[in-house]
């Protein structure tokens, strides 16, 4: 995403959440709520970049403040409205709120609404009704939030998914081919850096992809077996890439001088399969199915003729090594187009 993309989302962002706030006061001031500021606060909150995150933190905010409420209320009820007594209540609800936090971590958000509901009340005539009133306000916030994140601009976390997967599904495409190269020519080896932020790429997919199935797959109709399957490939083909590399790190020199074209051939063919995906031109299909098949056809044929026997065992395990991977990676090209 370049500069002005980035700019173009958190400018939205921004309108997004100023009308939500906005929303969630008005809505206060209809209703003829004391403190409006409650649900504009909880509208700030739970604001985020991408529908999922919005949501998932609308349903930390919603549920939390829900359990805090439950708590805080009974605590007003058993506590009496002296300085120990709700020192008292304090420290046992948010104490046990905190403990809980190892089971839910929406009791996180409880322990805040249980110091509002306890604290907040003193001095009022009736501390139940006001705090449910202070819910109906964070509720209010929550709900604003969530109707401005689904109906004006909604960045679906599935739309960033795809994107950063082109991208990532690119980056592995040139590198296979880059490795390739350097084990057939020889050459300086490539480093690291690429492989590493695959890597790390691929693990963030798989927690968005979560993000995905667990938030905006009810609101949209995305298809989350494809992305998982996407995501699932792009980590083998990392895990591939840097099999290759190890192999090439771990025994510098020169391969056997054997199925050099047919190597290149199916580093070429994988990535433009891999780099296109879903959109792979019937050609360009055909031709990694051909690849693959050669290689295969010429690796039977050398092992019946005996010709990996010329060369040093080092050699050959190297040989086998990378070779196993790069068709691992091939047969991942063809798998991800589904």
């Not at 994140?149 to 960045?155: M, N, Q």
């Not at 299909?285 to 039977?300: D, F, S, V």
Request: charge should be positive; hydrophobic fraction near 45%; aromatic fraction near 10%.
């Amino acid at each position: 995403m370049d500069f002005s993309d980035t700019s173009r989302v958190h400018l939205r962002h921004g309108v997004k959440t100023g009308l939500a706030a906005t929303l969630a006061y008005l809505a206060t001031l209809v209703l003829g709520l004391k403190f409006g500021y409650w649900a504009v606060l909880s509208t700030v909150i739970v604001m985020q970049m991408n529908v999922a995150d919005s949501i998932r933190m609308c349903r930390y905010r919603f549920f939390g403040t829900a359990l805090g409420a439950v708590l805080g209320i009974g605590a007003i009820l058993v506590f009496p409205v002296q300085p120990f007594w709700t020192a008292m209540a304090v420290f046992i609800t948010t104490g046990f709120c905190a403990y809980m936090t190892r089971y839910d971590v929406r009791y996180r958000m409880a322990a805040i609404t249980v110091c509002i509901v306890v604290l907040a009340s003193i001095g009022e005539p009736n501390r139940v009704v006001f705090s449910l009133y202070r819910v109906l306000e964070i509720g209010i916030g929550v709900f604003c939030a969530f109707a401005v994140t689904v109906l004006v601009w909604p960045r679906r976390a599935g739309q960033d998914l795809r994107r950063r997967l082109n991208a990532q599904f690119e980056v592995a495409a040139r590198e296979v081919q880059l490795l390739t190269h350097t084990f057939v020519s020889g050459g300086s080896l490539p480093g690291t850096n690429r492989i590493e932020a695959l890597e790390s790429e691929a693990a963030e997919l798989r927690e968005l992809l979560d993000k995905v199935m667990r938030h905006e797959r009810r609101l949209y109709n995305e298809d989350t077996a494809r992305l998982n399957r996407n995501v699932s490939t792009l980590s083998r083909c990392a895990e591939n890439l840097r099999s290759m590399h190890t192999i090439l790190r771990a025994e510098p020199g020169a391969p056997p001088d054997i199925m050099q074209d047919e190597l290149r051939e199916l580093a070429a063919a994988a990535g433009a399969v891999v780099e296109a995906r879903h959109n792979v031109p019937p050609e360009d299909l055909r031709r990694l199915e051909r690849a693959i098949a050669a290689a295969e056809q010429q690796m039977h044929l050398l092992r019946g003729q005996g010709a990996t026997r010329t060369y040093y065992l080092e050699e050959v395990l190297r040989f086998f090594s990378f070779y196993y991977a790069l068709m691992r990676f091939g047969k991942d090209g063809l798998d991800c187009r589904h």
